[in-house]
C-alpha cells in the first residue's frame, strides 16, 4: 500500500509538473505521511522527480527549447549553481529549521498556483522588465534546491517577461530548467546520504510516465481543475506539516 501511494502520487505529480508545475505539494506530503523525516522527504522528492518527470517532460518539450539552447545557457548554469546552494542549505541546517519553514514555503506556493493566471494576463502586457534572465535564475534555483514547490509558476513569470511572450515555449524551457535544478540538487542531496533510494525509485518511475502523459495530453485539460486541485492538496500540506 505504500509502495502504491507513492506510485500514484508521483503519476499525478508528473502530470502537475509538466502543465502547471507544483507536483511536489503533492508527493512531499506523501513521503512524509509515510513516516519519511522532513528534509530526507525533500531529498528523494527531489531526485525522484529529476529521474523521472524532470526528463520525460523535457523531452517531450525539445522541439521548443533545443533551437533556443544557446539563449538559455546562462540561465541554465545560474539554476545550478543556486540549486546547489539551497540544496546545502537544507544538508548544514538543523531539520527543525526546514520543518519551521516547509509549511510557511508551501503556503507561499499554494499563492503563487492560485495567482498563475496573471502571468498569461502579463505576458501580454507590453514587456516592463529588460535584462537578461540568468540573475532572475539564480534566487529561483536557491528556491528550487531547499524546497522547490510550485517553482514552475514561478519560471514562468519570469520567462514570459524576460525570454517569450508564448506561454507554450516558456513552458518548454521551464521544464528544462527545474530538471537541471532538480538534477543539481539531487547530487548533493545523494552524496549527503539523505535518500530513500526506494522511494526515490518508484518516484521517479511513476514521475516518467506522468511527466510524458503531461507533456503530450493533459495540455488539453482546462488548466483550472489542476490548479484547484493542487491549491486543495498544498493548504492540506501546509497544515499537515505544520501541525506535524
Not at 147 to 161: E, P, R, T
Amino acid at each position: 500500500m505504500q509502495a502504491l501511494m507513492v506510485v500514484l502520487a508521483g503519476l499525478v505529480a508528473g502530470v502537475i509538473n509538466a502543465v502547471v508545475g507544483a507536483g511536489t505539494l503533492l508527493t512531499y506530503p506523501v513521503l512524509v505521511g509515510l513516516g519519511v523525516p522532513a528534509v530526507a522527504a525533500n531529498a528523494t522528492n527531489t531526485l525522484g522527480l529529476a529521474l523521472g518527470g524532470g526528463v520525460s517532460s523535457t523531452w517531450t518539450y525539445r522541439r521548443l527549447w533545443w533551437p533556443r539552447r544557446a539563449e538559455l545557457a546562462g540561465a541554465v548554469v545560474a539554476v545550478g549553481l543556486g540549486a546547489v546552494v539551497g540544496a546545502i542549505l537544507v544538508v548544514r541546517l538543523p531539520q527543525r529549521y526546514f520543518e519551521a519553514v516547509v509549511p510557511w514555503l508551501i503556503l507561499a506556493a499554494v499563492g503563487v498556483v492560485m495567482a498563475a493566471p496573471l502571468v498569461k494576463r502579463w505576458h501580454e502586457r507590453p514587456r516592463l522588465a529588460r535584462g537578461g534572465l540568468a540573475p532572475w535564475s539564480i534566487p529561483l534555483g536557491v528556491y528550487g534546491g531547499y524546497f522547490g514547490a510550485a517553482s514552475g509558476v514561478m519560471y514562468l513569470a519570469a520567462l514570459s517577461w524576460l525570454y517569450d511572450q508564448d506561454l507554450q515555449v516558456c513552458n518548454a524551457a521551464k521544464t528544462l530548467l527545474i530538471l537541471v535544478a532538480n538534477a543539481t540538487a539531487a547530487v548533493v542531496f545523494l552524496l549527503s546520504g539523505m535518500v530513500v533510494g526506494s522511494y526515490a525509485l518508484l518516484l521517479g518511475i511513476s514521475t516518467l510516465v506522468g511527466g510524458y502523459l503531461g507533456g503530450h495530453g493533459a495540455q488539453r485539460l482546462p488548466q483550472t481543475w489542476l490548479r484547484g486541485a493542487v491549491v486543495v492538496i498544498g493548504l492540506a500540506a501546509a497544515a499537515y506539516t505544520g501541525l506535524r
